[in-house]
């Protein structure tokens, strides 16, 4: 996530009983833990005005800076083309694509007040909202698209498989696509920490767990609304290539994307910065679909 969601910030997460757990095995259609229950329980439908006012119309800070840039220079859109935002939230990458030139742009989230949110904020004829999962795109998947994005929701989604099995049938022959995640290696919320070396005079990364599948509740708005969570599904990095690979997604590019925050001059600023420039905080990975 974000500033004050899953970003920089984890060290800010709440601790309590549930420090994380496996990820839930999937249920199937119509049983409890099947299909409708995982999908209200991955859904920003409860989060989805707090989530509208934070991402805006041009995006909360990181968007800004550092995952709209990395997402457009990636997947390099050119005038004409059909665009796919899957899980799009408030459609903030689905306007950045449109602005780029794509012709067309369909932006999915499960959430239904998200996608009347993204229609709400206009941006231009190219742009289609659609409320769908993206683990069972249905007729979306029809092979029409050019190009296809996944900003900041791999993580949220319980079944990344089938997310990128249902990317992969909506793109065309050699379809690109772009994958923005948290970074699986460093930024693992209430799992990866800063910490402090008095001796070496060096801010350090902490990371307490790694290469288990966890499933972590969020809290979204800590103290006033304490129930009040999102989820975060951690996979390792070798868990998102192999999953990338069964869905025929080749990996043909990426960026390590670094903070651009700054500490303030004095105290521990040189070794907090250094630190930032250090440990990435997002992964983008650039996609295309084979034969
Ligand atoms: C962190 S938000 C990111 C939204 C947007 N891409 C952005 O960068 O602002 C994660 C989004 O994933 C959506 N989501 C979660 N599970 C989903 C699913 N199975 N299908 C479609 N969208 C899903 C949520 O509703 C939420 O809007």
Not at 258 to 276: D, F, I, V
Request: proline share 6%.
């Amino acid at each position: 996530m974000l500033a004050g969601m899953h970003g920089e910030g984890d060290r800010k997460f709440p601790r309590g009983p549930q420090r994380g757990r496996p990820l839930p095995r999937r249920g199937r259609p119509g049983e409890p833990g099947g299909a409708a229950a995982r999908a209200k329980g991955t859904s920003w439908e409860h989060v989805a005005a707090w989530y509208d006012k934070l991402t805006g119309d041009g995006g909360a800070d990181y968007h800004r800076h550092l995952l709209i840039p990395a997402a457009l220079r990636l997947l390099n859109v050119h005038a004409g083309q059909k665009v796919l935002d899957l899980c799009c939230g408030q459609g903030v990458l689905a306007r950045a694509l449109a602005q780029a030139g794509a012709a067309e742009v369909v932006g999915v989230d499960l959430s239904g007040a998200l996608i009347q949110a993204a229609r709400d904020r206009g941006g231009g004829e190219a742009l289609r909202y659609v409320q769908a999962d993206a683990r069972a795109l249905g007729p979306l998947a029809d092979g029409s698209f050019d190009a296809a994005a996944c900003l900041m929701a791999v993580h949220d989604v319980d079944d990344a498989g089938s997310l990128f099995r249902n990317l992969a049938a909506a793109l065309k022959p050699a379809g690109r696509a772009v994958l923005v995640l948290m970074h699986p290696c460093f930024r693992v919320p209430r799992q990866s920490h800063w910490g402090w070396d008095d001796q070496l005079k060096t801010q350090y990364r902490r990371m307490d767990r790694y290469a288990s599948e966890i499933a972590i509740p969020i809290a979204t708005h800590p103290g006033a609304r304490p129930g009040e969570h999102t989820m975060f599904f951690h996979r390792p990095l070798g868990t998102y290539l192999r999953l990338l690979a069964s869905a025929g997604l080749a990996v043909t590019g990426g960026e390590e994307l670094l903070s651009h925050h700054r500490s303030e001059p004095g105290g521990r600023s040189r070794a907090e910065n250094r630190a930032r420039g250090e440990f990435p905080v997002f992964l983008a990975l650039q996609l295309l679909k084979l034969p």
